[in-house]
């Protein structure tokens, strides 16, 4: 606003970026500075992803020609980082979809049962994740997963859809040893986590994959498009 004189502004925000326009909104005052939203791609609710990445690692999609992050090197760094426990499903995720880690191990008291949060909580407490972290991204979620937006703001949500090859569960077996179970979204952020942005006037499904959807020509002309009315 100080460099162009402009009275309001839009907000295109892009994966986690939309978790933090939503904490922006939560602890502001000033919403009436801000026109538009646009979520492009965002876990509002987490991805199991995240949960994977901790427990067992990933190269988070990010490789070219056999080169890009070791998955286990990625699990190290990640343990001990704020954003990627914000990543981990919600409690309101576990309301919609069940939850996302099954334990199919042998010591397992409730025979390959899909874990309820507070059951999750404690695994992941046990597997010797960051506790405290745990609670801060547990706390994150509870703060902004039922925001409800100024009626002054004009929201709109982009979400992938047609990728069949997103994580939507985590299969644990004895050993280490783990199944993926996929389910529909952008590869990265499952679809029910995507759309679960509450008061939003517009939603549109696009079939990129997720680092793809500020790429994608339809994305790009429809978040144009709705800039420019």
């Not at 343990?79 to 990627?84: D, S």
Request: with cysteine; glycine share 8%.
């Amino acid at each position: 606003k100080l460099q162009t004189g402009a009275d309001k502004v839009n907000i295109v925000a892009h994966s986690m970026g939309g978790l933090l326009t939503k904490e922006y909104l939560r602890q502001t005052s000033a919403t009436s500075t801000i026109d538009k939203i646009i979520f492009v791609g965002t876990p509002h609710l987490g991805a199991p992803k995240a949960g994977k990445l901790l427990l067992y690692g990933d190269d988070l999609d990010i490789n070219f020609v056999g080169l890009g992050l070791n998955p286990l090197e990625a699990k190290k760094i990640a343990q001990n980082m704020p954003a990627v426990y914000e990543l981990l499903p919600s409690q309101k995720y576990f309301s919609i979809s069940g939850g996302y880690i099954i334990d199919a191990r042998s010591s397992a008291q409730s025979g390959s049962a899909v874990l309820s949060f507070n059951e999750t909580k404690n695994f992941l407490s046990a597997a010797s994740l960051n506790p405290a972290l745990l609670a801060r991204g547990d706390a994150f979620h509870q703060s902004i997963d039922n925001l409800v937006f100024p009626s002054s703001i004009k929201t709109y949500n982009i979400v992938g859809c047609g990728n069949t090859d997103t994580i939507g569960r985590i299969v644990m077996f004895d050993r280490g040893k783990y199944n993926l179970v996929y389910t529909l979204g952008d590869k990265t952020v499952p679809l029910e986590s995507a759309v679960a942005v509450g008061s939003q006037n517009k939603l549109y499904y696009s079939n990129a994959k997720h680092t793809n959807l500020v790429k994608d020509i339809g994305a790009l002309n429809r978040i144009s498009a709705i800039l420019n009315n």
